[in-house]
């Protein structure tokens, strides 16, 4: 019984396999992206991809385990989630009270580090954050509060 049972289980995991979500994957725009548009520092630029962008754009860097299911389905549900609140792909369209909402939004989340999500260090250790480099995150995004920002000259 318990052979049974073990082999139902691994037939079952090997057919999940083949049951996959869509992966997010848009062309780069320059005209809406928020780095392009906003030309922040260049340790600033490093910390949005490596921090940030993976959940929080259209073009995530997918690792190797993305291709598991079913933790493809745990991981693109956080990047469908991240995305919602925040979608740097898509910074040019937002009018200027949501660039200040969200600007917002990321201050207080890196600030109380809930951002990166612990999940995703675990597996990214470049993206756990010093004091120094939230504090960089959260002055970039302390410049952006007016919505309008096109340059950052820290």
């Known amino acids: 019984m318990r052979n049974r049972l073990l082999l139902a289980l691994i037939a079952l995991f090997g057919a999940a396999q083949f049951i ?85 939004e990321a201050i207080e989340m890196i600030k109380k580090e809930e951002m990166p999500l612990t999940e995703y260090t675990w597996t990214h250790g470049d993206a756990r954050l010093s004091m120094a480099q939230r504090e960089a995150l959260t002055g970039y995004f302390g410049g952006l509060m007016g919505g309008t920002r096109t340059q950052d000259h820290d």
């Open 20 to 104: 996959r979500p869509a992966r997010t994957a848009e062309p780069f725009d320059p005209s809406r992206d928020l780095i392009a548009l906003t030309t922040p520092s260049a340790e600033v630029q490093q910390l949005l991809r490596t921090a940030c962008t993976d959940c929080h754009s259209g073009q995530p860097r997918y690792p190797w385990y993305a291709a598991i299911t079913p933790v493809n389905w745990w991981l693109q549900q956080h990047i469908n989630e991240g995305r919602e609140h925040f979608d740097a792909s898509s910074w040019g369209s937002y009018p200027a009270d949501d660039r200040a909402h969200v600007a917002d």
